[in-house]
């Protein structure tokens, strides 16, 4: 009865371990690569700075190459057409 518990135990183990290494390497990896460019915004109506985690890696990661950034103005003139 014990070695079948413990059977289930490592049979679950083995499965969750890689699932949860790899969320926190991601996880951690976003918030070093978000450390070199911090983003905090002014929202109008709310006197303190909002800081919006991820978004420092969304900016390196569009303006890593020149055409990203003109899809990502065509996209903001497709959602956005009177600005």
């Known amino acids: 009865m014990i070695r079948k518990l413990f059977n289930y135990f490592a049979s679950g183990l083995l499965l969750v371990a890689p699932i949860c290494i790899t969320l926190w390497i991601i996880v951690t990896g976003i918030q070093k690569l978000d ?3 911090p983003v905090s915004l002014e929202i109008e109506g709310y006197n303190k700075l909002v800081y919006f985690p991820g978004l420092g890696l ?4 569009i303006v890593d190459h020149p055409s990203r950034i003109h899809l990502l103005c065509y996209s903001a003139s ?3 057409p009177d600005v």
């Open 35 to 37: 450390g070199l460019l």
């Open 78 to 80: 497709v959602v956005f």
């Open 58 to 61: 969304l900016i390196i990661i």
